[in-house]
């Protein structure tokens, strides 16, 4: 067992797992650990489904973008917000809960559900487990609800991939203190300060250029703020060489939402779940 700040200081997303299966006993440990995690009111409105059958997993790693180590991995963990327990047990003792969820409850839920899920993830890290964080698949929330027969009033907030990690594992470069910590009031860095503090934590995250990365930049760009801004930002590129993380990733990766929910599409999943919003 290591100390919460060893654990907290050496936690790194992992990708890779070894082919060893988690013991039933660790399983348990862990999730009694996860139970322990504070709530809103106490009532600790979620839940998650626990995910090992290869064939589902499987289906997981189509809707998370085809990240294969999601299949390979040996366990997947899907965290939900779960009103329905609350929502059945109020029923039974003639509690006045409404029947729908507000935003609210939505709100506090995901937040809920977050630390629902990093309590399993510290415990698992404290017992030599490795894990990686994938908020993709919520882009498929409908299609998660039919695969795991997710039923009204819960909502998928997060999956953790966990496992035995294979070989070494590279910690990232954080944010410290004086950027993500702010006294009395919210306050802006310096912006020259600020992308200082950037430029140290991605030095090693950079990503060649390609005519095709540029052509997804630039139609990105051209989408969001008019050719003028897509023609400069394409022209900064070019000047600077090589593709930062930012650019890379909104410009490139993320934009690409073939298959991906709609902010029409969940809103109707809500209404469907059970969750209503004025």
């Avoid at 935003?103 to 404290?126: K, M, P, Q, S």
């Avoid at 890379?248 to 109707?268: I, N, Q, R, S, V």
């Amino acid at each position: 067992m290591r100390d919460i700040f060893g654990i907290i200081d050496e936690r790194a997303s992992c990708r890779v797992f070894s082919d060893e299966l988690i013991p039933e006993e660790v399983m348990k440990q862990l999730m009694e650990a996860a139970c322990k995690a504070p709530s809103g009111g106490g009532f600790q409105n979620t839940s998650a489904i626990i995910i090992t059958d290869p064939e589902k997993k499987r289906e997981l790693a189509k809707l998370s973008r085809n990240q294969e180590f999601i299949a390979k991995a040996p366990v997947n963990i899907l965290f939900c917000l779960d009103h329905r327990r609350s929502w059945r047990i109020s029923q039974y003792e003639y509690a006045p809960k409404a029947p729908e969820v507000d935003f609210f409850e939505l709100y506090l839920g995901v937040v809920d559900t977050t630390i629902f899920a990093h309590t399993f993830c510290l415990a698992a890290e404290a017992m030599g487990l490795a894990s990686c964080y994938n908020g993709n698949v919520i882009q498929q929330s409908d299609e998660l609800c039919r695969l795991f027969s997710i039923p009204k009033y819960v909502v998928p907030v997060v999956m953790l991939t966990l496992g035995y990690p294979k070989g070494k594992r590279n910690t990232s470069e954080k944010f410290g203190p004086d950027v993500m910590f702010c006294k009395e009031n919210y306050s802006d860095m310096a912006i020259d300060d600020l992308y200082g503090k950037y430029k140290e934590k991605t030095k090693d995250q950079h990503s060649m250029i390609t005519e095709a990365k540029l052509e997804k930049i630039y139609e990105t760009a051209k989408a969001r703020f008019g050719e003028e801004w897509a023609d400069e930002c394409v022209k900064h590129i070019r000047q600077q060489d090589s593709l930062s993380s930012f650019q890379y990733w909104l410009g490139c990766f993320y934009p690409d939402k073939a298959g991906d929910m709609t902010a029409e599409d969940y809103k109707e999943f809500f209404r469907k779940q059970g969750f209503e919003f004025a």
